[in-house]
Structure formats: structure tokens, C-alpha cells
């Protein structure tokens, strides 16, 4: 009964019933007298033990004068899972030796029917001492499974079981269809072989090694699948711990979203030292565990444990050579839909996390060489290098961060380097720093990001040293013109998903001033980003302006404002814009015929109250007052001037002193993206058609 | 003075007469079928001729721009050539906007996506689940190497997806409305798709056109 613990019940109840007719036989033999045949024939209607329940038994002893033969039958046969049913079982022994310390049968044959599996005359070797009560079972694996090879069973009293078997060729779709699998598979297998060489023992160090081939499988839904697998898996080790290799090495897999193509990353491999599982409470250990994906990562954890109730605990360390490879497999499927889904990555990045209860209680990371270009062009940053710790508790020791170069939207950001330190809930800079831009420069006096219970809350001071435009307007892809912007930034907001700019940006321009206030950024990398703002202008000089973009000649000043600017996409779909000669020193005003036309241009059903051959005179008029309001909702500007007019027009520029000029305008609804459009056409240098 | 006191004495009349008035501000439901039948033809290229003719108190889709009454007789030549260059502005009064430059890049985005869908969409492999995202339904018969595609991109639809939702709800100034523009559109989607095309139902069981 002491051998039955540890090994498979069925085994130990099939031997025990072995024993037991054995030992009836040898009675039996020893009870019979010498000379002549003997034939002795016993019949059992039944035979029940707890984990044994046979039904028709015969046994039938010979003893001749070429030795004794034995014949053991049974009808039907119970044994525990997973060998249940046997039916018309038969052993038959030709040449049983029966000596003073053991029995011995060198040529066994056994023939039974297990309904999916039979032997038929499966050929075994069976020595049992009688003394020691040593068993040894040995024999040609009976091709179940399409494999072939050798199986050697041995049970040593002192020693307990010890079970060989060398399995060639197994066909893993077969085995995985049979209903004698202890479980039931999460996938199909499609094919696959598979080699089994094991060495099993109760007591003692065990070894098992099996190599997989051409394995291929497939969940329902396709979700996880694996084609031309081949991978190995090795095991040693007994009570107190186990080793373990596992490697994929060749094949694709896909296990929904990732797709790895094993042939192009280079093998995967786990290997565990000292695992040590209790299958009873689900809890398992080991004090070493690696996992090299290729080339590209590796990771190694230090004693590791989980538990069901306390999760996993340990030290892991990670080692990312090509963080191209590692975001293209690993994070890009999962990242798809958020800004950061599209990215071509490249970099090394090495880190470490302790975990208790699953969750990281410290990390640290340090990266170099680190590119990131978005794909769609939103941003992007390269020569990205620093260092930084977390905990879960305490702010983190000063880290750095520095990058060489990087772009929003084409906004470029020379090289800067900040010292940060990590909290446990978010980052703050340790002290000021400035991101160049251009000539200029966002200097970033304060900046902290705070995860709350309500999404991440942004402080940020500090301002804008001054940019000038001449490049920024290059850079950005605008019409060119001189100028800068400046400006104080006392406060970031981030407020349902929308960045709020609080403070005063000062943009210098054309002799004028153009304040900036009330800027916000909604969806910043979305498909449509959208910014909005208002602005006061003050005292734009036009001769300036006008110069920029090409547009004729006009002098005079401009003042107004544009109020709840909304740009979606970079393109204005809301505004109150304002624009007019200002009342108080307006300066010499006067307007070249070129400007006369391009106005007349741009806004469409505009009326020239002179006469175009009337105007080709004159090279400059004066003027009295000239402005532009425009309500833009959509794509559709409400447009109105100085003054309106009786007969529903409007007056854009009002002439003044002689020749008199006066610019009607009659389309009060003028389409916007088509103003824009003419403004452009007149910009590329195509004149205004003039009949 | 007096006039000043007459206004909230007025108020209160009315608000005695009217006794409890709660004003609501339904979901149009109507308008926003019709919206997502625009949306969802054109981002499953269905066909023009097939579409259905719009019911009155639907949204005004995109139309061609109406031009404004011809130019007078009084207008010089020059400005009456502008004029008919330059197209006065579209009337739009739709019941629920779904023309914002964020809506458009969306539907341009679905647009570009839908023939690399098609295929699948055909075959069985993906269908429209009952929540207006593209349900992945059956990957088996889609080679290995290619898997991953189908999930990305069916990953980037449903996030244009979401997207478009939020920001028809957005465009009305009524996010709230998102759930309800959610469910028109699941609807919508099963009733356009072409034969052949896999849905799941209310239950979530899956059922082919």
C-alpha cells in the first residue's frame, strides 16, 4: 500500500493486481506436485479493492518440462483514471522462472482493449523479487500516439518508483484529442510531434526533457494561434526545487493582439532555478527566473514568489537592447488608438522593479539613444537619454532627463536637459530649466503632474523668452514676416482633457502688439487638435503687413481684436474678429491700387465704387478709415466693415480727400475656406482677374 | 424702475400659470438616424443610388453650396466675376451637426480604412457588434502572419469609432448624448451593411445578413 503513494493510482492498482495473481499462481505451482503437465485453473468471479475492481478472472498455470507458463485474464477491468476500462485483458507469461529470490518473466505479451488504446500482444519483461520486493516492468511503448520507444518501470521498496521512457514521434494532435487527457486543452492542435525523454523517479532527482516539432494550434477564434512551432522544454530537479529551460525557437505565434515572428526575433527563452510549486494552495517559488526575448530584452527576477492571496513578489531586472523591437511587437498593438500607437522607436532602455502583491513598489529605469518619431508627424524626439527612480512611498532620489532634440507639430525644441525627481503619484522638476526654441525659449520655472482621483492635475510656471517670428513663421510653413512673441505663463491647467494657459503671451509683430490670452489646447494629438484663444491687437503697422504678404501697398495702423478664437485642426471654425483703423493717431493712410484690387479679390461680391479702368489712373488713394469684423461659425463668416450702408452693402475702406475710393462689400455670408483660399492665391503672385 | 419690477413679476406669473415646467431638450432621434445613415454609407462606401431618401425632420447633410441670388445688374463686371468665383457660404441648419473638421477627419480616416475591412468583414472574420464597434469574430480563416493587421485595424476603427461618437456629441454641445448617438449608430450600422456581413444581436450571438 506504501508504494501506491506517489505513484499514478492506476499503475500501482494494475501491479497490485498483478501481484496478487502472481502470487496465487506460485501457490499454487509450489502446492502441485512434480512429474508430469500440470494444469491448474483458478476462476474469480470478482475481485474488489478500493481502487480495483476486476470482474471474470481466470488464471491458468502450466508446468511442463519446458518450465511454466502462466495465464492471468480478466474480463473486465476498473482502474483509476486515466486508465479506466480495460476489457479482455490477458497476460501471458511463457517462460516464468520462479526462483528462490525472484520471478522473472523475460517475455511477457499483454493484449487488452482500453476502447481508444489496445495492446496486442505488447511484448514486456517483468522481474519481481521476492525477497527484496523489487518490480521491474520494461517493454516497446505499444505505438499509441504514433510514437515509439522504450518504457521502464521499476519500484524499489526503499527506493519507490522509478519510471523511464524514451517516446519518439508522438503525434501531439492525437494525444490532444484523446479523452484521456487530464484536461481539457485551451487550443486545438493542428500537428505537431513531439519527443519525450524522461527519467522519473519518487524519490530522488528526476529529468525529463521533450522537444516539440512543427507544432501548430489555434484557439476557436483564431485569437491565439502558433504555426511551424518548434520548441523545448527541459525539467530536473526533485521535492526541494526544480529547474526548468523552456524555449520557443522557431515558428510565428499570434496570441491576440501580439504576433511574434520567432524566426525574425530569435528564440524566446524562460529558465527558472529552484521552482518550487505546491499544486495544493496554487503558490510557487524559485530564486532565479530569466526570460531573453531574442535579442532585444531580457529580464531576470530574483526570488520570486506568488502566492493567491499575496500575488507576486521579487526583483525583477530588465535589460531592453532594441526598444524598437520590443515597442513594435510588445507595446504597439496595445498602444493602437492612443498618441502614442503610431511611433517608430528605437533605443536602449534598463530598468529594475520590485513587485509585493503584484503591484511595483520601487523602480528605476535608465535610458539612452532613445528616438521616437511619430508616424503621422504630431511629434517626435530623438537622442533621448536619463535616469530615474520611483517608489511607491517616498519621492524618488533627483533624476535627469535629456534629450537632444524634439518637435511638436514641427515647433522644434533644441536640446535641453531637466533634473527631475519622481513622486509616487507623479514628477516634478527640481529646478528651472529652459527648452530652446529657435532663438528663444520656453523657460519652465515649476512644473509638477500629479495623478488625482479625478485625472492628472499639471502645475507648470513659467514663460516664453523671446522667439522670433522670422523662423517660426519658416518652420511652421506661414507666410514669413519679422517680429517676436514673448510672454509670461504664471499657470497650466488641465481640465477635462483640455490644457488651459493661463497669463499673457505678448507677440510683437509688425511694429503692433498682439496680446494672447485665455489659450487652451483640446485633443492636442487627436485628429482634430483644437486651440483655443483671444487676442487683443493693437497698432499693427499695415505697410508691414502688407509687405509680408505680399498684398500691395497700404499704410496706415490696424487695432482690434479677435475674441473666442476656436482653430480646429490649426484651422479658425469660430471667432470675433475685429479690425479697424483706430481712432486715436491713425498715421498717414493711404492704399495702392494693387491693395485696392486684392481686397476687391478677396471678398467676393465687394464693390469697388470706382470703375477698374477709372482706378488704373491713380497708383495711391487715401483713405479715411478701413476694418473687417467677421463672425466665423463654422465655415461661414458674417461679414461686416466700417459702416453699413442703405443699401445692405457695407464699407471697407472709406475713402478720403480726392480721388475718392470707397470698397463696398455686398456678401455678408462669405465662405471662409474660399476667402482663405483666394488669400493664398494672391500670396503665390497670380494677379487679380480683371476684365 | 417700474419696468424693472414688471420682469420678474411677469416670470412669476407665468410660472404660477405653467405651475411645475420642466423643459427638456429630447435627443433627436430622427435627425440623428438619419446622420448616421450619411456617415455610415459613406464609411462603408454603400453605393449612392442605394441611399434611402431622407425623412423631413432629418439633419441636413452635406449639400453643395447654394449659391445666393445672382449677382445684380448694378454690379461691375469685375465684382460680378469675383462673385461667381467666390461661393457665398452654405446654409446649414441641420438638427444635429455632424460637420466639424474633427468629424470629417474621422470620416475620412473610416473612409480610407473601409476596403482593408471589406475583405474581412466578407469572410466573416470580423463583424459589427451590437455596441457600434467592429467586433473581432472569427480570426481562423485569416492567415497567421496577417492577424495582427485585422486587430490593428480593427483597433484604430473602433477608436475612430469612439472618436466620431464623442465628437457628433460634442459638435451639439451635448455629451451626454454620446451613449444614445452610440446606439443609433449600432443599429445603423447592421441595417447598411451588405449581405453577407456578420452582426451580433441584443444577445450578443452573432447572426449574418
Redesign the interface.
Known amino acids: 500500500m506504501h508504494a501506491r503513494r506517489g505513484a499514478p493510482g492506476g499503475i500501482a492498482a494494475a501491479a497490485g493486481l498483478v501481484f496478487f495473481l502472481l502470487a496465487g499462481s506460485v501457490m499454487a505451482s509450489e502446492a502441485a506436485s512434480a512429474g508430469g503437465g500440470i494444469q491448474l485453473d483458478l476462476q474469480i468471479e470478482s475481485l474488489l479493492r478500493e481502487d480495483l475492481d476486476a470482474r471474470g478472472l481466470s488464471t491458468r498455470v502450466q508446468w511442463t518440462r519446458e518450465g511454466l507458463s502462466l495465464e492471468i485474464r480478466a474480463e473486465r477491468v476498473e482502474l483509476p483514471a486515466p486508465i479506466g476500462t480495460l476489457r479482455r485483458l490477458r497476460v501471458e507469461c511463457g517462460d516464468l522462472r520462479l526462483g528462490r529470490t525472484e520471478v522473472r518473466c523475460e517475455a511477457a505479451r499483454l493484449w487488452g482493449d482500453a476502447g481508444d488504446l489496445d495492446l496486442r500482444g505488447a511484448r514486456v519483461r517483468l522481474v519481481w523479487g521476492r525477497e527484496s520486493g523489487q518490480l521491474t516492468l520494461a517493454g516497446a511503448w505499444p505505438g499509441w500516439f504514433g510514437a515509439s520507444g522504450d518504457v521502464r518501470v521499476h519500484r524499489d521498496p526503499a527506493r519507490g518508483w522509478d519510471v523511464r521512457a524514451d517516446l519518439d514521434g508522438i503525434d501531439l494532435a492525437a494525444l490532444a484529442a484523446s479523452p484521456r487527457l487530464p484536461m481539457e486543452l485551451p487550443v486545438h492542435l493542428g500537428q505537431g510531434r513531439a519527443d519525450v525523454a524522461l527519467r522519473w523517479r519518487e524519490r530522488g532527482r528526476s529529468e525529463g526533457t521533450l522537444r516539440v516539432h512543427d507544432l501548430a494550434f ?1 484557439d ?4 491565439q ?3 511551424e512551432l518548434d520548441a523545448r522544454l527541459w525539467v530536473a530537479g526533485d521535492a526541494n526545487g526544480w529547474d526548468v529551460e523552456a524555449a520557443v525557437t522557431a515558428g ?1 505565434v ?1 496570441v ?4 511574434v ?1 520567432l524566426d525574425a526575433e530569435g528564440p524566446v527563452v524562460l529558465e527558472a532555478r529552484g521552482l518550487v510549486a505546491d499544486a495544493d494552495n496554487g503558490s510557487a517559488r524559485t530564486d532565479l527566473l530569466s526570460l531573453d526575448y531574442g535579442a532585444a530584452a531580457a529580464l531576470q527576477g530574483q526570488d520570486l514568489a506568488f502566492a493567491p492571496g499575496r500575488g507576486l513578489e521579487g526583483r525583477v531586472q530588465a535589460e531592453i537592447a532594441a526598444l524598437g523591437v520590443i515597442y513594435d511587437t510588445l507595446l504597439s ?1 496595445w498602444l ?3 498618441p502614442l ?1 503610431e511611433l517608430d522607436v528605437a533605443g536602449h532602455l534598463a530598468g529594475e522593479i520590485e513587485l509585493q502583491d503584484s503591484m511595483p513598489r520601487y523602480m528605476r529605469a535608465e535610458w539612452s539613444g532613445v528616438e521616437a518619431q511619430d508616424r503621422r508627424g504630431r511629434f517626435g524626439l530623438s537622442g533621448a537619454r536619463g535616469g530615474l527612480d520611483w517608489s511607491d512611498t517616498v519621492p524618488g532620489g533627483p533624476g535627469r532627463i535629456e534629450v537632444d532634440a524634439a518637435h511638436l507639430y514641427g515647433l522644434p525644441f533644441d536640446a535641453f536637459s531637466a533634473q527631475v525627481r519622481a513622486r509616487p503619484q507623479g514628477l516634478e522638476l527640481l529646478e528651472a530649466t529652459e527648452i530652446p526654441i529657435l532663438d528663444g525659449g520656453l523657460r519652465v520655472g515649476a512644473f509638477s503632474l500629479q495623478q488625482t482621483e479625478t485625472g492628472p492635475d499639471v502645475q507648470f510656471q513659467g514663460g516664453i523668452r523671446a522667439i522670433s517670428l522670422e523662423p517660426l513663421t519658416e518652420v511652421l510653413g506661414w507666410p514669413r514676416f519679422s517680429g517676436q512673441v514673448a510672454g509670461m505663463i504664471p499657470r497650466v491647467r488641465l481640465e477635462d482633457g483640455d490644457l488651459n494657459v493661463d497669463g499673457r503671451l505678448l507677440v510683437q509683430v509688425f511694429d503692433g502688439e498682439v496680446v494672447l490670452r485665455d489659450v487652451y489646447i483640446h ?1 492636442l494629438f ?3 487638435p ?1 486651440l483655443g484663444l483671444s487676442t487683443q491687437i493693437q497698432r499693427l503697422d499695415l505697410e508691414l503687413v502688407t509687405r509680408a504678404f505680399d498684398f500691395g501697398r497700404i499704410q496706415g495702423r490696424l487695432s482690434g481684436h479677435v475674441n473666442d478664437l476656436v482653430m ?2 490649426w ?1 479658425p ?1 469660430h471667432m470675433d474678429l475685429e479690425l479697424m483703423t483706430p481712432m486715436d493717431a491713425p498715421g498717414r493712410r493711404r492704399i495702392s491700387q494693387r491693395a485696392v484690387e486684392n481686397i ?2 478677396l ?6 465704387a470706382a ?2 479702368i477709372f482706378l488704373r489712373f491713380f497708383e495711391n488713394f487715401s483713405y479715411r478709415r478701413l476694418g473687417f469684423r467677421c463672425e466665423l461659425r ?4 458674417t461679414a461686416s466693415g466700417v459702416a453699413d450702408r442703405p443699401d445692405d452693402g457695407f464699407v471697407l475702406v472709406q475713402g478720403g480727400g480726392l480721388p475718392q475710393i470707397q470698397v463696398i462689400g ?2 455678408r ?4 475656406p ?2 482663405i483660399n ?1 488669400l493664398a492665391t494672391i500670396q503665390a503672385g497670380e494677379g487679380p ?3 | 424702475m417700474k419696468a424693472l419690477w414688471s420682469v420678474p413679476g411677469l416670470a412669476l406669473v407665468f410660472a404660477l400659470l405653467a405651475g411645475c415646467v420642466t423643459i427638456n431638450i429630447y435627443f433627436p432621434t430622427a435627425a440623428a438616424e438619419e446622420a448616421a445613415r450619411a456617415i455610415v454609407r459613406d464609411a462603408l462606401q454603400v453605393p449612392d443610388s442605394e441611399a434611402a431618401p431622407q425623412s423631413e425632420s432629418g439633419a441636413q447633410l452635406p449639400a453643395q453650396p447654394r449659391h445666393a441670388g445672382a449677382a445684380t445688374g448694378s454690379t461691375p463686371v469685375l465684382a460680378w466675376v469675383l462673385e461667381r468665383l467666390v461661393s457665398p457660404a452654405a446654409a446649414q441648419s441641420p438638427d444635429l451637426q455632424i460637420e466639424t473638421p474633427a468629424i470629417n477627419r474621422i470620416r475620412a480616416s473610416m473612409r480610407e480604412r473601409a476596403p482593408q475591412l471589406a475583405p474581412h468583414f466578407r469572410s466573416g472574420a470580423i463583424g459589427f457588434g451590437n455596441n457600434g464597434d467592429v467586433v473581432i469574430r472569427d480570426l481562423s480563416e485569416v492567415p497567421l502572419r496577417d492577424r495582427s493587421t485585422v486587430q490593428r485595424l480593427v483597433s484604430e476603427e473602433n477608436s475612430d469609432r469612439d472618436s466620431l461618437y464623442r465628437e457628433i456629441a460634442r459638435a451639439n454641445d451635448r455629451p451626454d448624448w454620446e451613449r444614445q448617438i452610440r446606439e443609433t449608430f449600432a443599429r445603423v450600422w447592421v441595417e447598411e451593411a451588405p449581405a453577407g456581413y456578420w452582426y451580433q444581436d441584443r444577445n450578443g450571438q452573432w447572426r449574418q445578413k
Open positions: 489555434s476557436d477564434l483564431g485569437l494561434a502558433g504555426e510565428v499570434f491576440d493582439p501580439w504576433f515572428d498593438p493602437v488608438g492612443t500607437g485633443d487627436g485628429y482634430a483644437e480646429v485642426d484651422s471654425v476687391t479679390e471678398g467676393g461680391g465687394i464693390q469697388a470703375s477698374s463654422g465655415d461661414v463668416c455686398y456678401n455670408r462669405v465662405d471662409w474660399e476667402l483666394r482677374v480683371v476684365q
